[in-house]
């Protein structure tokens, strides 16, 4: 049984991680949260001690180190533009470290981390559960098998609507949270360079405080993409089911079928990663330079090749 500490137990995607360190048969021993309201602990590990200043979190995992209770694993749920300085955290602490996407903001952020896990001897994980989805892996499969020099079409839609507290939060603010295609996009990214090579162009339609939208040429693939928080570019058929969320990839206009599944990819993530595997510092690094470039890019507008909803009459800021 390994020890865990969790960094940002009051978010989204903790129970995620508390349930798959409970389904690995390993025990939490602490978290940290400046949002107290995180009751879901109980679910879970209901002695894990809880803590909402990180220096008095910082000295607990000291003393239980000092005590021979070492935490083997840290594992960051926290805002996108914290997972640097809490995965030094970790390792500084002797800790593997487990960090939700993505990784961190800045491609030389991944160079620096390297250097810290060559003087600890430790390591960090990133979750990139795309890559463990069946769906995926069977596509990765026939991309390898099919024919060496074809270039395949794609086309990425992924919508996910948000209220208005998103532009209060910290996921609203750019330099926090590395805006829409970092926050929502970093791991469709990871997935299709996993399977379709290095990207050999990126260019950016649209980027706004809503959405963005662009073209990524890779070296198996010309990829359309377009993303959003807003409720209102949703298809009506999908608002007609109830539903606020749309994803769809469509490889030489075949439908990828990947909306189920995701349940308990989480769990699947720490086995691999406990069994020796997981996915490391480098792994991350294609993903997160895309990221990087789009978010420096200056749109283009509606030239050359873009997503078709990329037409779509822009939104004003609800805030302005």
Not at 80 to 90: A, E, K, P, T, W
Not at 152 to 173: A, E, F, P, Q, V
């Amino acid at each position: 049984m390994k020890d865990f500490a969790l960094i940002g137990a009051g978010g989204y995607i903790a129970p995620r991680h508390m349930k798959a360190i409970k389904d690995t048969n390993n025990n939490l021993v602490a978290a940290l949260d400046q949002f107290d309201s995180v009751g879901i602990i109980d679910s879970f590990f209901p002695n894990a001690d809880f803590f909402v200043e990180f220096e008095r979190f910082d000295r607990h995992i000291d003393k239980l180190r000092r005590s021979g209770k070492q935490v083997d694993y840290v594992s960051i749920c926290s805002p996108n533009y914290l997972h640097d300085s809490h995965i030094r955290f970790g390792l500084r602490h002797n800790a593997d470290v487990i960090c939700e996407k993505p990784i961190v903001l800045n491609p030389w952020n991944i160079d620096a981390l390297q250097e810290i896990e060559k003087e600890t001897g430790k390591n960090v994980y990133n979750v990139l559960q795309l890559r463990l989805h069946p769906s995926i892996i069977a596509l990765k499969e026939k991309i390898e098998n099919g024919p060496k020099d074809k270039i395949y079409d794609i086309d990425l839609t992924y919508l996910t609507s948000r209220g208005n507290w998103y532009y209060t939060s910290w996921k609203g603010n750019i330099e926090k949270s590395g805006g829409i295609a970092t926050n929502i996009g970093v791991h469709f990214y990871d997935m299709l360079t996993w399977i379709f090579g290095k990207p050999q162009k990126n260019t950016v339609n649209i980027h706004t405080h809503d959405r963005a939208s662009g073209y990524l040429e890779l070296e198996k693939a010309r990829v359309k993409w377009f993303l959003s928080i807003n409720y209102d570019v949703i298809p009506d058929k999908i608002k007609a089911e109830g539903k606020r969320t749309y994803r769809s990839i469509t490889v030489d206009g075949q439908e990828i079928e990947f909306s189920t599944g995701f349940t308990d990819l989480h769990t699947e993530t720490y086995k691999d990663i406990l069994s020796g595997n997981g996915f490391g510092l480098e792994e991350t690094r294609t993903a997160i330079e895309i990221v990087h470039d789009i978010r420096h890019a200056q749109p283009v507008g509606l030239k050359g090749e873009y997503h078709p909803m990329a037409k779509l009459p822009l939104a004003e800021h609800p805030f302005k």
